[in-house]
């Protein structure tokens, strides 16, 4: 059974720095696309970020210069270094999982990190 913990989020000011964690098991991770998304209050989910399985990253045009994802395919477990924060990129992270870039992930959504940036 597939399952997606997410850990490393917290209180930060402005331009500071987070690196967060989703440590996956249940899957051959190594075959799939992981990826991070976020939902700041009273706003949709957003793809924030994905790598696929070949280490390629894309991202969100808000994020890009400042977020680096990458992943350890032994330790099954997917990052998101998230440095110059701004007080938007406040919200709850979530990691899931997809069969390709493009494609909806099929992970059921946890619980998320809360990431608050704020002085």
């Known amino acids: 059974q597939l399952q997606l913990v997410e850990s490393g989020g917290g209180l930060v000011q402005p331009g500071g720095s987070l690196r967060l964690s989703c440590a996956a098991s249940g899957i051959i991770f190594n075959i799939y696309t992981m990826a991070w998304y976020r939902q700041a209050p009273g706003k949709q989910r957003e793809l924030v970020a994905d790598?696929?399985?070949?280490?390629?990253?894309d991202y969100a045009d808000s994020v890009k210069g400042r977020f680096t994802i990458s992943r350890d395919n032994v330790m099954s477990t997917v990052y998101l270094q998230m440095n110059t924060l701004k007080p938007e990129d406040t919200a709850v992270y979530y990691c899931n999982v997809a069969a390709g870039r493009g494609i909806m992930p099929f992970g059921s959504w946890g619980q998320g990190t809360q990431v608050t940036v704020s002085s």
């Open positions: 790598i696929t399985s070949s280490g390629s990253p």
